[in-house]
């Protein structure tokens, strides 16, 4: 009788270990300051490392260990991953305000 690994992998394709392939890859962090902050949930960053780009950010890509969005204010330092979004530019995720 074979088993649901064996139909899908093969008998000789069953793995034995397990798989350490990490779900994230090493992340790129860059500091940069908010130079916008709007009532309704949506900002944007601008950063030494991305030049003469407004890297645009939403409520949601906050961490949870950080200030909440109604706190953030024009000028604040943070940290966080950017994401190049095909056809709209860049996208700060992961967040966390370091001022």
Do not use: C
């Not at 798989?19 to 908010?34: A, F, H, L, S």
């Not at 409520?59 to 949870?64: A, G, P």
């Not at 706190?71 to 056809?87: D, I, R």
């Amino acid at each position: 009788m074979t088993t649901v690994f064996e139909k899908f992998f093969g008998e000789d394709k069953v793995p034995t270990e397990p798989d350490t392939t990490p779900t994230k890859p090493d992340e790129k962090r860059i500091i940069g300051k908010i130079i916008k902050v709007a009532d309704n949930g949506w900002g944007f960053i601008t950063s030494k490392e991305i030049k003469f780009t407004r890297i645009f950010f939403h409520w949601t890509s906050l961490k949870q260990d950080t200030l909440n969005f109604k706190s953030l204010k024009k000028g604040m330092q943070v940290e966080f991953t950017p994401s190049e979004v095909v056809g709209k530019g860049w996208r700060a995720i992961r967040i966390k305000v370091i001022d």
